[in-house]
């Protein structure tokens, strides 16, 4: 558990002013005990995020996408395209899609094969993308809340054909870390001065992974990798499959 402190981030000003100004990279290692669920790298500049994401949960797959980004630092568009690794019963097909933010709403554009779903999705100011195990999208709610300077923020998460939001907040433990809602639950984040994600622990939530930053990696061996393993024994299946237990 971590105390809301009522005063601004006055600590790390310098960090903040730099990370919006100066391009940046980094990558993502993604773990649930000694399993790698997959890898991302990212570079963001002023201007816009590009993240590359390899995964093998729920199947092996790999997303690209790139988030624009407004003069105050926020998201105000998405485009995301999945692409599917490996053959067999399992697979998935290709995706795209595509977020708009405006005021009060997303534009938010799934298409599955030859077919398009447009919905439109409520959004308070501020709203960021949320894309499968994307933890650049999570460091970007972080720096966009200690841009506001508040030690509490909250923001809403608009996944791809969600109908709804998902409300979360940022909340500052200390000058080094943060917790980040998912779905209500905490995930705790450690932070490097500029306020980049350094380590999250999401043994709180129901994903419970665990996550490392490092300067870069190889994510055509992952991908190489998690396309033979699907091939030989098919997906690896959601994180937290329905199931039933009686007992006496």
């Known amino acids: 558990p971590c105390t809301i402190w009522l005063g601004l981030f ?8 730099a990370a ?7 990558a993502f290692i993604i773990r649930l005990g000694h399993d790698t669920l997959g890898v991302e790298r990212y570079t963001r500049s002023p201007a816009e995020l590009r993240s590359d994401i390899v995964l093998r949960v729920p199947e092996a797959r790999r997303i690209r996408y790139v988030a624009t980004l407004d003069g105050g630092g926020a998201v105000s568009g998405l485009d995301l395209a999945i692409e599917p690794l490996g053959k067999g019963p399992g697979t998935g097909v290709p995706a795209r899609g595509v977020m708009l933010f405006h005021a009060d709403t997303a534009d938010v ?12 999705v409520p959004a308070r100011p501020g709203a960021v993308p949320l894309a499968a195990f994307s933890h650049a999208l999570i460091e970007q709610a972080i720096l966009q809340a200690r841009r506001d300077g508040r030690d509490s923020v909250a923001f809403d998460w608009v996944g791809l054909g969600a109908p709804q939001a998902m409300p979360s907040y940022v909340v500052r433990c200390a000058d080094d870390s943060v917790r980040v809602a998912f779905f209500g639950d905490p995930s705790y984040i450690k932070l490097d001065g500029a306020g980049r994600l350094l380590s999250l622990d999401g043994r709180a939530t129901t994903q419970k992974v665990e996550v490392e930053r490092r300067p870069s990696v190889d994510l055509d061996r992952y991908a190489a990798d998690y396309k033979v393993a699907q091939e030989a024994g098919g997906p690896m299946g959601p994180l937290s499959p329905r199931d039933t237990v009686h007992a006496t």
């Open 10 to 17: 006055a600590a790390t000003v310098a960090g903040r002013a």
């Open 20 to 26: 919006q100004t100066s391009a940046d990279s980094g």
């Open 109 to 120: 554009a799934v298409t599955l094969g030859d077919s398009t779903r447009r919905i439109k």
